[in-house]
């Protein structure tokens, strides 16, 4: 939910997307952290180094993806051709 709310709130159509994901990233980094712990710690002992390296950069991929995604959700409610929702990743 931060990602959307942050994206609605931050993003203006016109800026760089990769520059307002980091921003929305950097706002919902908080709540990252407590979702990422909770994953690590479901991992085997000899795994948890592991995925919490390969999670480092994942807040960052997925906040461009909700950018871009809004933005194709507003250009088309915008035209009048709404599409059907998009599975959201977890954050």
């Known amino acids: 939910m931060c990602l959307i709310q942050s994206t609605r709130d931050m993003d203006d159509g016109i800026s760089d997307a990769q520059t307002i994901a980091n921003a929305v990233a950097?706002?919902?980094?908080?709540?990252?952290?407590?979702?990422?712990?909770?994953?690590?710690?479901?991992?085997?002992?000899?795994?948890?180094?592991s995925v919490f390296e390969?999670?480092?950069?994942?807040?960052?991929?997925?906040?461009?993806?909700?950018?871009?995604?809004v933005r194709r959700q507003r250009a088309e409610a915008a035209q009048g051709t709404p599409t059907a929702p998009k599975a959201e990743p977890a954050n």
């Open 26 to 49: 950097s706002a919902c980094d908080s709540r990252w952290q407590v979702v990422r712990r909770e994953l690590v710690a479901k991992q085997p002992r000899n795994m948890q180094a």
């Open 54 to 69: 390969a999670t480092e950069k994942t807040p960052a991929r997925v906040a461009l993806n909700s950018v871009l995604r």
